[in-house]
């Protein structure tokens, strides 16, 4: 009965009209207008922003034009090996001699080119189709160098054109003389097996070292050149390593792609 009374006289009592209203307090106004200033930013810059992205990618300095393998067309002991490893010969340059049961046979070499690898020695036995030599298709030693980067085929084709590429160099301290620089000049659309690769460079080690986390493709890299450096490359640093770059030697390439705005990462 007592609960029932109190009801009625609820009821019964006017509308509390004449309380005072009580509003926010200026500590949470302030944190709302932050809050709708943040979100209004964010949505400009999530529509007129953009983002940066790099793929890195293992990379070898080259002439460009690639090697081919030089093979002994005989069967026999390798007697003389008349070219030295690292030498620029014009074609038909002698490689090596071999002595087989009909005579001596000299292996010459089948375009011009830089004797990369030496793979014969004195008093050798070899095959016919043996592999002897790697040879890296230049015509003069001053012949500019590029790069070679195996990207992953499905950053392919997000690389723009004329993209800025930062090599890091095998054979050069980096804390000291910092990256290569460099801008890409093709990509390569289709992947490419170890195979390829390997006929490319020369070097079938390279062919699987190169496709280790799957097929990629080969995205050629001009390298920015300078006067200013002794190897007449552009570097991060000043001047660069004291000394000029031979190809061949391996690198890792860092190649910023598109920028992409963040909105887009919402849409399907």
Known sequence: MQ??????????SPEELDLPVRFARPQGWLVLSVTVVAMAAASVWAVTGSVTSTVSAPAILTHGQGSYLLQSPVAG????????????????????????PKGETVVRTLDSGRVSTLAATVGQIIQTGANVASVEKVAHTKDALYATVYVPAENAASIPDDAAVD??????????????RGHVKSVDRSAQSPQQIAAFLGDSQLGEQFTKKGRPVAVTVRLDKSSATKSGYKWSSADGPPFKLNSMTLAS???????QRPVDWLLP
């Open 253 to 259: 390439g860092s190649i910023r792609l598109a920028d």
């Open 167 to 180: 090599l890091t160099v095998q054979s050069v301290p980096t804390q000291e003389y910092g990256v290569l």
């Open 77 to 100: 002991q390798v007697t003389a090996v008349l070219a030295k490893q690292g030498e620029t010969l014009p074609a038909d340059s002698p490689v090596l001699k071999v002595r087989t």
């Open 3 to 12: 609960f029932r009374q109190q009801a009625l006289a609820k009821l019964q």
